[in-house]
């Protein structure tokens, strides 16, 4: 086999094995199932302290913070306690006056399904429903206070200022202990999806105060829809000090083991989902302490902020602001809240992965893209034909380098020959030629090494980033970040039946119109290079881009858009590149033919 074939055989190889590691590693996301579970009781309303150290709040019985916090009452439920309502263009929800909690909101511009009748997504839910998440702030008591002195998860507020909570009308809350201490809870929200919760003690006994702020966000069990996706983080998330701290629900620490982490200048801990995220946002980072942990007793998932101890002198007042993200993970409002905001490191809330140096340009170039055109699915081909573009320099050096090739394979043919049996004087001779040529044999598998780590950048970005999630192309392409729905079981709409359920195996047998085009244009650009003289060679060439066009029929539709445009793109450079050289593919005759010298003008 000559040195072209080899390289050829080698480069596909490598493709092949590639997928092939992609799909053992990167398996299909198995369908969510849904878990029954009790509905738990809710954070803890209280806790003692130990001297002058007040307790992160805890959802355990066990001890945290050099704490014992205290059990939650069977009261603690939110649905029969008075609501203010939360809106803007972006959010819908309520807080409950039991604890101050916001514990309802939705996402408007978001639908599960397609279906123009389906629900808006769900971000928190109230205590009593079957996965209860929610936020939670109030003050841990230090000193000589009891549980009972400060503000929890049971506390009835009063309002001081009401009416919809909207960008235009903050709401504050108030709270007197009847022992020389009040409360108030000034909460604001803003266009976007941030809210801030300004809280507010005015000490007014005659002792010294000491107690501590604090955020909670809960979660009752793991997410319903769960991906369980090696490719995607989804759990505890949180930035501490610059440094990036993911946690998988299976990573929880339970209550009492979990370590708790001081934050030094700034940061942020929340809970991410593929799509959505909750965020505590400390105002002032120095002195906060960062927690995160499960109560596996009760399967509640908690992340904690404690900001700094407070001591109050009598007549003295403090407050502490801290600011509470709840939405979709949006990269144009997430940037804003990270370069205008001051949120540090704000867009690492997106998984964007070990090639995030690729990934973090790659998304900003498509998302600019899709701004200019309109469409994602436009924006994805005119990203591939700058991607081209850039490597078209070592692509044209491969494709001389392939006709140049071509031009010394009679003299190849000539030195296997005489060698025979003898592979050391092939091989020495070989190079021989190749120097003399000035021909690099290995040249035509680096543009296809460099696109490895291109191509799994894309993958990652259409399946992690939001703006893919239910974004048409066109005709049936409705979202780009799911399979292709059509399907050859019913002539891909043409007979009055459905299609097979995505993921199935029908489904993958039956493949949709975009892998077919796969298959297709993977075929169009292996009829451009030699085929190999041994025929089982050969014959698995000829099955190359068949076998792939089912194993890639279940990637996301935009990535595999991306693909064939790549490989159309390739063709088409290929050719013209070989035509420049002197040669004239043939690409539907003989393929050993089908490069030959152009010896006479063409025919007109």
């Known amino acids: 086999m000559d040195e072209q074939n080899k390289n050829l055989l080698l480069a596909t190889g490598l493709s092949l094995v590639v997928i092939v590691i992609w799909f053992v590693l990167f398996p299909p996301p198995e369908p969510p199932q849904d878990i029954a579970q009790t509905a738990p009781d809710a954070t803890e309303s209280g806790q003692t302290v130990t001297g002058d150290t007040a307790a992160v709040p805890s959802s355990a019985d066990a001890p945290a913070d050099d704490a014992a916090a205290t059990a939650p009452t069977a009261e603690d439920t939110a649905s029969d306690a008075p609501r203010l309502q939360v809106e803007n263009e ?88 009847g022992a020389g201490l009040t409360f108030r809870r000034e909460m604001q929200i803003d266009d976007e999806l941030m809210f801030t919760i300004t809280q507010t003690v005015e000490n007014t006994s005659g002792d010294t105060a000491t107690l501590a702020p604090y955020g909670i966000l809960a979660r009752h069990g793991e997410p319903a829809d769960l991906k369980n996706f090696f490719i995607l983080h989804e759990g505890g998330i949180s930035i501490t000090d610059g440094e990036l701290t993911e946690t998988d629900y299976d990573d929880f620490e339970p209550a009492g083991q979990h370590e708790n982490i001081s934050v030094e200048t700034s940061g942020w801990t929340g809970f991410t989902d593929h799509y959505w995220m909750t965020a505590l946002i400390p105002g002032d980072g120095n002195g906060a302490t960062f927690s995160t942990f499960r109560d596996t007793q009760r399967n509640i998932y908690q992340t904690n902020v404690k900001q700094s101890t407070q001591s109050l002198a009598p007549g003295q007042s403090v407050s502490i602001s801290t600011r509470l993200f709840a939405g979709a993970k949006e990269w144009e409002t997430i940037r804003a809240y990270q370069n205008e905001g001051g949120v540090e490191k704000f867009l690492d809330s997106i998984d964007w992965g070990w090639f995030f140096f690729l990934t973090k340009p790659i998304f900003a170039l498509l998302h600019w893209l899709n701004l200019m055109i309109g469409n994602m699915g436009w924006a994805i081909i005119a990203l591939t034909l700058i991607i081209k573009a850039v490597l078209l320099p070592l692509a044209y050096k491969s494709y001389v380098s392939m006709a140049k090739m071509k031009e010394l394979q009679p003299q190849m043919e000539q030195i296997k020959e005489a060698a025979g049996d003898d592979r050391q004087k092939l091989q020495k001779e070989m190079m021989e030629l190749y120097k003399k040529e000035k021909v690099n044999p290995a040249s035509g598998c680096l543009p296809i090494l460099l696109q490895i780590p291109i191509f799994f950048s894309l993958y990652k970005v259409i399946f992690v ?29 043409i007979l009055p039946w459905d299609g097979p359920e995505p993921g199935s195996i029908l489904a993958l047998i039956f493949i949709g119109i975009l892998p077919f085009c796969l298959g297709v244009s993977m075929w169009l650009q292996q009829k451009l290079n030699p085929a190999p003289t041994d025929p089982t060679q050969k014959m698995i060439f000829a099955w190359m881009p068949w076998v792939f066009m089912f194993m890639l029929g279940s990637f996301a539709s935009g990535l595999v858009v991306y693909w064939i ?40």
């Open 90 to 177: 972006n959010l819908l929800g309520s807080i409950s006056l039991r604890g101050g909690r916001l514990d309802t909101l939705s996402l408007r511009k978001y639908r599960e399904t397609l279906e123009p009748d389906s629900p808006t997504v769900t971000l928190l839910s109230p205590i009593g429903s079957a996965r209860a998440y929610y936020a939670l702030f109030g003050w841990a008591p230090g000193g000589g206070l009891t549980s009972d002195m400060v503000p929890g998860a049971n506390t009835i507020w009063d309002v001081e200022k009401g009416g919809t909570l909207s960008p235009d009308n903050p709401i504050v809350l108030t709270w007197d202990n």
């Open 565 to 604: 445009a790549n490989n159309v793109i390739t063709f088409s450079q290929q050719y013209l590149i070989m035509r420049s050289q002197g040669y004239k593919p043939n690409v539907f005759g003989n393929i050993l033919e089908g490069f030959r010298k152009k010896t006479e003008p063409e025919e007109k």
């Open 465 to 493: 980033t939001l703006e893919l999630r239910h974004a048409p192309w066109i005709g049936w392409i409705k979202d780009l970040s799911a399979p292709d729905p059509s399907s050859l079981y019913n002539l891909w709409g």
